[in-house]
């Protein structure tokens, strides 16, 4: 098993531009998380899915948007990124009651 | 609403000697999992340990130990002789593990950086 797979590892974003985090689990977790880490800080969720076609807003979702349409795949889109959204985005998966959430190794994103 | 807060932000110790990190939180729901992660500089999330809420036992592993006291709502993590290579960030994180908790969502301290001099 991969576990928890996310593209692109880094990424520079000029004001205004847009792009679409990719998180790929095979391990066939009914729920899915992004999470942002801003430098010296804890994690904040951003959006969740419990399973395909269902998603909800987390603490920061604003300027953020996701879908779930496979169980799978859980993509984070920023449409017109801004300064305040360079962070560390971590992207995990946890199986319906299980106490364990695995984490992706995470996008560091610039917005510059 | 979860809370999480770890009040050291650093702590600095000289190799060899015990670190303890303090986390205590807050949740209204009777049944949740309480975690520690360790994010070294390289980045990643690294899990450490999960503790049901029914299970107030201490746990050991190697040199690591974890002191979960509910009625204090602490959940305490002990480095015993520490070394150099436990030099990161350390995560306490909460999640309610209730038939209402949807999503199970993890709440996080903001995180106690541990730096181990040599």
């Known amino acids: 098993n991969a576990g928890v797979t996310q593209t692109p590892k880094f990424r520079i974003l000029k004001i205004g531009q847009s792009m679409t985090l990719q998180c790929t689990q095979d391990?066939?977790?009914?729920?899915m998380y992004w999470y942002r880490q801003d430098p010296g800080m804890g994690l904040k969720l951003i959006y969740y899915?419990?399973?395909?076609?269902?998603?909800d807003k987390g603490e920061v979702p604003n300027g953020y948007n996701v879908s779930r349409s496979t169980t799978e795949d859980f993509p984070l889109r920023l449409e017109l990124a801004a300064p305040s959204q360079t962070s560390v985005y971590f992207c995990?998966?946890?199986?319906?009651?299980?106490?364990?959430?695995?984490f992706g190794p995470g996008t560091r994103l610039t917005v510059t | 609403a979860q809370k999480v807060t770890q009040a050291q932000t650093e702590i600095s110790v000289v190799e060899k000697e015990d670190v303890t990190l303090d986390c205590v939180y807050e949740?209204?729901?009777?049944?949740?999992?309480l975690f520690w992660y360790k994010q070294p500089p390289s980045g990643e999330l690294v899990f450490l340990i999960r503790?049901?809420?029914?299970?107030?036992q201490n746990e050991i592993s190697g040199r690591y130990s974890w002191n979960f006291q509910k009625s204090t709502s602490s959940f305490n993590f002990t480095i015993t002789a520490s070394q150099v290579v436990d030099s990161a960030v350390y995560f306490c994180?909460?999640?309610?593990?209730?038939?209402?908790?949807?999503?199970?969502?993890?709440?996080f301290g903001g995180g106690t950086r541990v730096l181990v001099k040599p």
């Open positions: 995990a998966s946890r199986a319906e009651g299980q106490g364990r959430t695995y």
């Open positions: 391990m066939n977790h009914n729920y």
């Open positions: 949740t209204r729901d009777t049944t949740y999992y």
């Open positions: 899915s419990v399973g395909a076609g269902i998603t």
């Open positions: 994180a909460l999640s309610e593990a209730g038939i209402k908790a949807a999503g199970n969502k993890l709440t």
């Open positions: 503790r049901n809420s029914f299970d107030e």
